[in-house]
């Protein structure tokens, strides 16, 4: 797992892993590693397309036995980490603990962050920092990987 930069073999509630979700009801869903080595930040992102959407309810609920996905790993600076860890530690200070998926707005986005041993869920009914921080993280590190990626191509 380690060729492929997959945190799997490592403790994820640290201060290290740093994990990010969104679900939006139309769309692509995501999941974002982070895990900071020391001495580089090493990211795994795995995306669900929206003509397989259907799959994330039908695999949770153990209706279909498969999920899915395109993964990819890449890396990121020490500047980019230290920017996310801020912008995230300002939300979890700031939020409760909830990850109740109940208060989801109708075609609303579902929002999951993990860092150190603190979780919080969030939805765009309203303006919200959750959401605030996916256009951060879509703008400023995914968009760069998607541009790598269609490069590569």
């Known amino acids: 797992m380690q060729f492929f930069s997959v945190p799997f073999n490592r403790k994820t509630q640290d201060q290290h892993s740093l994990s990010f979700g ?11 590693n982070l895990y900071n080595t020391g001495t580089e930040i ?3 992102a795995y995306e669900v397309r929206p003509k397989d959407r259907g799959s994330i309810f039908g695999f949770n609920s ?3 036995k498969i ?3 395109e993964g990819y790993s890449f890396t990121i600076d ?30 609303g986005t579902y929002y999951y962050l993990e860092y150190g041993d603190k979780q919080v869920a969030g939805h765009n009914c309203e303006e919200d920092t959750v959401a605030a921080l996916s256009k951060y993280i879509e703008q400023e590190i995914l968009a760069t990987v998607h541009e790598l990626r269609k490069a590569e191509k």
């Open 62 to 64: 153990r209706v279909q």
């Open 78 to 107: 020490l500047n980019q980490w230290n920017a996310l860890v801020e912008k995230v530690e300002n939300i979890l200070s700031r939020s409760s603990s909830s990850t109740d998926k109940s208060n989801r707005c109708f075609d």
């Open 67 to 69: 999920l899915p996905f």
């Open 42 to 44: 090493q990211a795994v």
């Open 22 to 32: 969104w679900e939006p009801s139309f769309g692509t869903a995501f999941v974002l």
